[in-house]
């Protein structure tokens, strides 16, 4: 187990090289640079000097060197953007307000698609059923930022309960966790329907009822643990997805999260943010996936790390 | 009788003091008498959206500034007045010497930064250069280029302490000497708010982003600094300058203007919207607009930036080094049929670069020059060796993203459209992300692209300097180049109106490009808001004026908030 886990580790730090590279090389082989020529051409000697303070004047394999071995120091340089504070402490700042917004968002599209996912297996063919597929299928084909414009527009401008975006109270949490709820939700109820369904039918739910168990006790006790088995595997990659945050939402409701940084500091060609940000990607799907396979065998006996 | 009299008067006066049909004249925090319909003082705030920023002031860097939201803590020689009218504001009075050369600013004694320092020259001297330091970095370099020295020091050539601007016989007074006679060149003044020697030699460039170390000489004070979030601007209470402001605070909360603007001033958050550039509302947005008698009335179109949108070409490659091909689709085109059933309420058909309305238009006289006709078109095209399209390449349009609104991108697609109906020539719409876009047009490497362009100050020379052939386009007309650099340091006005009207005559004829239509910008602000720039200017349009709610423009400081605002603001 000890020694899967170490080979595991070791794989990540190779892939997180691999990536800081490509991201290095390929952002360096984009037209534009961190200055801006909107109106008109920069003289040369400004260009010259804007690259001589951020050191692109070094040949690219030298720059990368010194990107790594800054960054094993804990240095990642200054955000272009944000000059007076560093990567590290931007992202410090901003990244647990997105973090906040996905635990509130997983926890809830756990708890209600669980739920619903058990109500619409038993009460398979009747009316609630079907009203609860219909939801998930919206939920499933309705990206969420259509989703936040009509809150916006029936909370904020046709009720004006809620703010149309902003951050620091807690009514803030409200339109951008609706919004993003939906797809996880419905994702989970269609799951967890399924996965009950297909238990319900195995010969150990037979032989229960066949003993006379109580049905809620069929369900609960044994049908209810195998059935919530596979949802881990959902659980792993959601977290990734909602920790990094979403420039639609984050943009529309002006939530001053991880996820708009994606977006600006591409356009911004804010190199020291980019490499950052997709060296934070890598490490967090790769320990997520490590996670869920520990996790999954401790819980499933059939699996052996070998 | 007259103790009666006396005693009446008396009453009189108690009753007129206390009854609230007479209220007394209410002063607001920096002692200017609120109007009489103002709202109480704790109304006076005046709330809008911007993007987010890195700093605000010009001389650190113009494109990461909060757009047009800035410069209120600062001071500028000069400001600009609804009417498009240099008004006085850190220079009292300035004047030119006989052979234009030497400007002499006579700066205003009772203006104070915050610190307690006096403004002066030394803090103008400072800024300017600051800014022609290349180590500096500045992404405006290019802009003082008048200046004497300017371009050599931004080349590294000379020290930056050689660059024109020096300091008179005493600490108020301003000398500003030129390389050639530049008479706008107060005009670009309006871009010199200092920034505060003493306080960037202490505290770095920086010193304006938290309120502990900002220093104001401007009529605000910055209150707060919410990173992401929001800005606050307080009224400053010891500000010596002219345009002591109504409103007690301005608050710039940050959010994608595109993306939340109108949403948030539907929901009653923001009291202004559309002042800038990136806040163009859409075809449906205006839909919105037309349907509501109330927003409607609250819609006001004006000049904007004075902003042509045209299709450039590169001019010294094929095919369209070929001036033939450039008429070709100069005829091709028909422009009043994009702005009428595209552009709508949003623009005029241009038929020259500058916009009515700008000094030196002249839309008349070049309105006939290319007029829609599909048979001469074709008829250049088949000259120019291309017949019926045969043998021309297709095209790549590029179409600069932050530009690229679904309703210049349908532009776009209606040109695309015509120019294969009419030459059966194809056109491929590629919306090229910024960046890429402007490197590739300024290494005039760009072969056919829609694009804009908005002025930095109302005179012919900033519009018409941008196509001379060191400029950004792949276009060269050596009469053209001539004239532009002639007129430009000509102080006759006349001769040197004619000069310009000429070189834009040559640009037109010679389809340096195609202009298709100038940018009318609407503008929401709420009937609480008030204000005289907010009334209609001398020709009688109702609108925003540029530079709009920034500070070197006056009308941020005409701005309060009357009593209606309580029937909206809870």
């Known amino acids: 187990m000890l020694g899967y886990i170490l080979r595991r580790v070791l794989g990540l730090i190779i892939v997180i090289l691999l990536a800081s590279m490509i991201a290095f090389f390929l952002m360096h082989a984009v037209p534009g640079g961190p200055f801006d020529e909107l109106k008109m051409p920069l003289p040369e000697a400004v260009k010259k000097e804007i690259l001589k303070k951020y050191g692109f004047d070094k040949p690219i394999w030298e720059q990368y060197l010194n990107y790594i071995w800054n960054a094993l120091h804990g240095d990642f340089g200054v955000p272009f953007q944000s000059p007076t504070e560093t990567v590290l402490s931007l992202i410090a700042r901003v990244w647990p307000v997105t973090l906040q917004i996905g635990a509130v968002t997983i926890f809830l599209s756990f708890s209600i698609g669980i739920l619903l996912g058990i109500i619409s297996a038993l009460k398979q063919n009747t009316w609630l059923d079907y009203l609860i597929t219909t939801i998930a299928t919206l939920g499933t084909t309705v990206p969420n930022f259509v989703i936040a414009i009509w809150l916006i527009l029936f909370f904020s401008i046709t009720l004006r309960w809620l703010p149309t975006g902003g951050w620091g109270e807690p009514r803030h949490f409200i339109l951008p966790v609706m919004s993003y709820l939906l797809a996880p939700t419905a994702v989970i109820t269609r799951f967890v329907k399924v996965n009950f369904l297909e238990e319900l039918r195995k010969d150990y739910v037979r032989t229960a009822r066949a003993k006379g168990l109580p049905e809620k006790t069929v369900i609960f006790r044994h049908v209810f643990k195998n059935a919530l088995v596979p949802i881990i595997t959902m659980l792993g990659p959601m977290i990734p997805d909602l920790a990094t945050g979403s420039i639609f939402i984050e943009v529309t409701f002006r939530v001053p999260g991880l996820g708009k940084f994606f977006y600006t500091s591409a356009l911004n060609r804010d190199y020291p943010m980019i490499v950052a940000m997709i060296l934070l990607i890598a490490v967090l799907w790769g320990i997520t996936y490590l996670i869920t396979d520990i996790i999954y065998a401790y819980i499933d006996p059939r699996i052996v790390f070998t | ?570």
Not at chain 2, 473 to 485: G, I, P, Q, Y
Not at chain 2, 501 to 515: C, N, P, Q, S, T
Request: charge should be positive; aromatic fraction near 14%; proline fraction near 6%.
């Open chain 2, 1 to 570: 009788m007259f103790k009666k009299l006396v005693v009446l008067f008396t009453m009189f006066m108690i009753f007129a003091t206390l009854s609230p049909a007479f209220p007394a004249a209410v002063k607001n925090s920096a002692g200017r008498t609120l109007p009489p319909d103002a709202a109480p003082l704790e109304y006076q705030v005046l709330r809008i959206m911007s993007q987010s920023a890195t700093t605000l002031d010009w001389f650190i860097s113009v494109y990461k500034r909060t757009n047009d939201a800035n410069n209120y803590f600062g001071e500028p020689l000069v400001r600009l007045n609804k009417n498009f009218e240099l008004v006085p504001a850190a220079a009292k009075s300035w004047r030119v010497s006989k052979d234009g050369l030497t400007w002499t600013f006579i700066l205003d004694k009772n203006i104070y930064w915050t610190d307690g320092t006096p403004l002066t020259a030394e803090d103008f001297i400072f800024s300017f250069q600051l800014a022609a330091d290349p180590k500096h970095g500045w992404d405006f370099a290019w802009f003082y280029s008048p200046i004497k020295n300017w371009d050599k020091a931004v080349r590294g050539e000379v020290s930056p302490s050689e660059i024109g601007i020096k300091q008179g016989n005493d600490p108020y007074t301003l000398i500003i000497t030129t390389e050639y006679p530049a008479p706008y060149l107060p005009m670009m003044m309006l871009y010199s708010t200092p920034l505060s020697k003493k306080a960037y030699q202490k505290y770095g460039p920086y010193y304006n982003n938290d309120p502990k170390t900002s220093v104001s000489c401007g009529p605000y004070v910055l209150e707060e600094w919410t990173k992401d979030k929001q800005i606050v601007f307080r009224i400053n209470k010891n500000y010596g300058g002219r345009v002591k402001p109504y409103l007690e605070k301005i608050i710039v909360t940050f959010g994608d203007p595109g993306a939340s603007a109108f949403k948030s001033y539907l929901a009653g958050e923001i009291d202004i919207c559309g002042y800038s550039n990136s806040q163009i509302f859409t075809p449906a947005d205006l839909e919105v607009i037309e349907k509501d008698p109330e927003l409607s009335k609250q819609f006001h179109q004006g000049f904007g930036d004075f902003r042509t949108f045209y299709l450039g070409f590169d001019c010294y490659n094929p095919p369209f080094n070929n001036p033939k091909v450039r008429q070709a689709f100069a005829y091709a085109i028909d422009k009043e049929s994009i702005v009428n059933t595209i552009i709508r309420k949003q623009g005029i058909t241009a038929y020259g670069f500058l916009m009515p309305g700008f000094p030196g238009a002249n839309p008349d006289g070049l309105k006939n020059i290319y007029t829609y006709n599909p048979d001469t078109a074709k008829k250049l095209l088949a000259e120019a060796g291309y017949p019926n399209g045969k043998g021309f390449p297709s095209l790549d349009m590029w179409v600069r993203s932050d530009l690229a609104s679904p309703t210049v991108v349908a532009v776009a697609n209606a040109v695309g459209a015509m120019l294969k109906k009419n030459l059966g020539i194809d056109v491929k719409i590629t919306v090229k992300e910024t960046k890429t876009f402007m490197d590739t047009l300024n290494a005039h490497k760009l072969q056919f692209y829609l694009v804009s362009y908005g002025m930095d100050y109302l005179d012919q020379s900033n519009m018409l300097g941008i196509w001379a052939s060191t400029g950004r386009h792949a276009w060269k007309n050596d009469r053209f180049d001539k004239l532009v650099e002639e007129a430009s340091s000509l102080i006759d006005k006349k001769k040197r109106d004619e000069m310009f009207k000429e070189a834009e005559k040559i640009l037109v004829e010679d389809v340096g490009g195609i202009f298709l239509w100038h940018q009318t910008p609407g503008v929401l602000w709420k009937p609480y808001v008030k204000g005289r720039d907010l009334e209609p200017d001398k020709y009688g349009i109702t609108a925003l004026h540029w530079p709009g709610i920034e500070g070197v423009g006056t009308t941020v400081f005409s701005i309060y908030i009357s009593k209606d605002v309580l029937k909206y603001r809870k």
